[in-house]
T-cell receptor
Framework: DTGVSQDPRHKITKRGQNVTFRCDPI?????LYWYRQTLGQGPEFLTYFQNEAQLEKSRLLSDRFSAERPKGSFSTLEIQRTEQGDSAMYLC?????????FGPGTRLTVL | KQEVTQIPAALSVPEGENLVLNCSFT??????LQWFRQDPGKGLTSLLL?????REQTSGRLNASLDKSSGRSTLYIAASQPGDSATYLC????????????FGKGTHLIIQP
């Protein structure tokens, strides 16, 4: 158990709806990362926070995606106007000294 | 742009064999390299982290090596067991440790009882 939790574990939504995922790292993790993983692929980097500051965003993160980490603790990832191509596993990872520890992921299915 | 390749994509071996999983990366300016295990439908479990200044790391039956000059890492699994069956992912961490990890597609490993 890495201590990183994600909620919900599964989400089914209809195309066009908004969804929000939550990630809770352990308190020692001043860095927090979001990744997306599709079937048969390795995870792809989406965005990264150091404390509450969002320091980097991948080109994969379209305008429909937004992430926050308001108090440098938990983080949320929101997808607006979901599309079928957004169906994937969304993974969160915490870290402090280079090593990253992943949560169980949220599996999103867009119908 | 960093690219990570893992060979083979899939591997099936009898229980008890020693095996080697390969990972190559295109940009040798890495901060560290991390090996993960992923069980079906689950998140990633960190197995070994090798800092850029290190040549290898060991944990139990696992040994990972790093050769930055050739852009290669290997994960050696000794005396394989059915419980080792999983997908093994290699990830390179670039950019002074601040950028996200760049992952390979993984090696799907099956250990036959």
């Amino acid at each position: 158990d890495t201590g990183v939790s994600q909620d919900p574990r599964h989400k089914i939504t209809k195309r066009g709806q908004n969804v929000t995922f939550r990630c809770d790292p352990i308190s020692e993790h001043n860095r927090l990362y979001w990744y997306r993983q599709t079937l048969g692929q390795g995870p792809e980097f989406l965005t990264y926070f150091q404390n509450e500051a969002q320091l980097e965003k991948s080109r994969l993160l379209s305008d429909r995606f937004s992430a926050e980490r308001p108090k440098g603790s938990f983080s949320t990832l929101e997808i607006q106007r979901t599309e079928q191509g957004d169906s994937a596993m969304y993974l969160c990872a915490g870290g402090s000294k280079g090593e990253q520890f992943f949560g169980p992921g949220t599996r999103l299915t867009v119908l | 742009k960093q690219e990570v390749t893992q060979i083979p994509a899939a591997l099936s071996v009898p229980e008890g064999e020693n095996l080697v999983l390969n990972c190559s990366f295109t940009d040798s300016a890495i901060y560290n390299l991390q090996w993960f295990r992923q069980d079906p439908g689950k998140g990633l479990t960190s197995l070994l982290l090798i800092q850029s200044s290190q040549r290898e790391q060991t944990s139990g039956r696992l040994n990972a090596s790093l050769d930055k000059s050739s852009g290669r890492s290997t994960l050696y699994i000794a005396a394989s067991q059915p419980g080792d069956s999983a997908t093994y992912l290699c990830a390179a961490h670039s950019g002074g440790g601040a950028d996200g990890l760049t992952f390979g597609k993984g090696t799907h490993l099956i250990i036959q009882p």
